[in-house]
């Protein structure tokens, strides 16, 4: 049987840990509006599959250098983290009394996957964009949400006291 050469622990540099390091630190910032409101998925889900998510991209890069490009399909790690996230997903995703919940956190643990794969390619300027958009998704327009929520119960009270 012929395996790829070991990867070294002296081997690990800077790059490495700031691929591994932003993903984690990330996840868990994208987990902490989960968090916050009190869902299933918050902090500790966020960073690992942030984390796991850089750290199966980082693997599949140096796989697809060690073993050569013609041997190695390395877009199969975005196929595995889809069904993944897919299964941990649909076990999130619950309909009670009419209401689907916990489909924005199912979503936004698609995207910590998203980003975590980006860390591990060293794709900066998509980590960047992708936080910065989650972060407004998920805070202002969460805000934007209640407060949209808060003001249609007022009309429907009113119009219906009289």
Request: glycine share 14%.
């Amino acid at each position: 049987m012929e395996l790829n050469a070991p990867t070294l622990v002296h081997w690990i540099d800077p790059d490495l840990l700031s691929r591994l390091g932003i993903a984690a630190v990330l996840g868990l910032l994208l987990g902490l509006d989960r968090e916050i409101r009190g869902h299933e998925a918050g902090l500790r889900t966020h960073g690992l599959i942030c984390f796991s998510a850089a750290a199966m991209t980082v693997s599949a890069i140096a796989l697809y250098n060690q073993i050569g490009g013609d041997r190695s399909d390395v877009l199969r790690l975005y196929e595995a983290t889809g069904a993944f996230i897919g299964i941990i997903g649909a076990g999130l995703i619950v309909f009670s009394k009419g209401e689907v919940k916990n489909l924005t956190t199912a979503a936004h643990l698609w995207l910590a996957a998203m980003i975590g794969i980006a860390c591990g390619a060293g794709q900066w300027p998509l980590v960047l964009i992708g936080c910065v958009i989650s972060v407004v998704m998920l805070s202002l327009l969460g805000f934007v949400e209640a407060n949209w929520k808060r003001a249609r119960g007022r009309s429907g009270e009113s119009a219906g006291g009289e």
